[in-house]
């Protein structure tokens, strides 16, 4: 297996994208436009003529980890990622880097003979293939209640929010204050304004009938999932049931299509599982 350290400027940006495209696990972080847009550049592992790729990110000395942005690195490839495939990469990755901190990308398996283990951490998706009713049944009671308070109080669903009114509500009802929020503003509204200039993204927002937004998100399209990039709610719409009625709008409204809606939420205590969502497991290095 042919795997070599490719500088940055030497990466060949087409063959990179046509594996990322085609890739087996794919995902939306992978592509140049993504990458591009939360940081200015990145080396890669690249095996042969590009059959499978896996971005490093030189943003600490001797560190290997993601931005906040990214939250999975991926190995792609056009080929079956087998347990040899998936230790070939991790064992060619540079000495230099002495730490890892990352997330693989769903559905890789982690090879069993590899020095260092993992942790496992769970994702929830939700397939929607089904019709709105058949989903909704597994809805969680207190959805039901919730979405009553949001019919009681006349939310309306407005999808022509501009990136900025996302990423201000991003800045604003975030409450985890280990990530750089700041940098992440700008970030998420460059990927925001690429996504819709390509046509596979999509803001909503849940507002009062005085133009008062209680909860705001955006949703990339890609490899056959709808990924929530962010969200976020107020407390007051919290208290309104603003969120509930943005993911079940988002459910109703792809209800019967072959996609996976990825809540991209890795708490304990999801509120992906109100709305029947399954847990999937991916693994965490960290050295």
């Not at 089904?130 to 597994?138: A, P, V």
């Not at 700041?182 to 460059?190: G, I, K, L, S, T």
């Not at 603003?242 to 709008?249: E, G, K, R, W």
Request: charged share 20%; net charge neutral; hydrophobic share 40%.
């Amino acid at each position: 297996m042919n795997i070599q350290l490719v500088k940055h400027e030497d990466l060949d940006k087409t063959k990179w994208n046509s594996c990322v495209h085609y890739a087996t696990r794919g995902n939306v972080y992978g592509y140049w436009w993504y990458l591009t847009n939360t940081v200015k550049e990145w080396d890669a592992l690249v095996e042969g003529d590009y059959e499978s790729v896996f971005p490093l990110f030189p943003l600490e000395s001797q560190i290997l980890t993601p931005p906040d942005t990214i939250k999975e690195i991926g190995i792609y490839s056009i080929n079956v990622l087998s347990m040899s495939r998936v230790q070939a990469f991790l064992e060619a990755i540079p000495p230099s880097y002495q730490q890892y901190n990352f997330m693989l990308n769903a559905g890789v398996n982690w090879p069993t003979d590899f020095s260092i283990k993992p942790s496992t951490v769970y994702n929830h998706q939700l397939l929607l293939d089904q019709d709105y009713e058949s989903l909704e049944k597994n809805y969680l009671p207190r959805v039901e209640k919730q979405m009553d308070l949001a019919r009681e109080n006349k939310l309306i669903l407005n999808s022509n929010l501009k990136p900025e009114k996302v990423a201000d509500f991003y800045r604003i009802y975030t409450k985890d204050k280990t990530i750089n929020i700041n940098h992440n503003f700008h970030a998420y509204q460059r990927i925001m304004y690429n996504a819709l200039h390509r046509g596979n993204g999509f803001a909503s927002g849940v507002m009062t009938d005085k133009q008062e937004y209680l909860a705001c998100g955006f949703f990339i399209f890609s490899h056959g999932k709808i990924l929530r990039l962010i969200s976020n709610v107020s407390p007051h719409g919290i208290k309104m049931g603003a969120n509930t009625l943005l993911f079940d709008m988002l459910i109703r409204g792809n209800a019967g299509r072959p996609v996976l809606l990825d809540f991209n939420s890795f708490a304990e205590n999801s509120f992906a599982k109100d709305f029947g969502a399954v847990t999937v497991p991916q693994y965490r290095v960290e050295r």
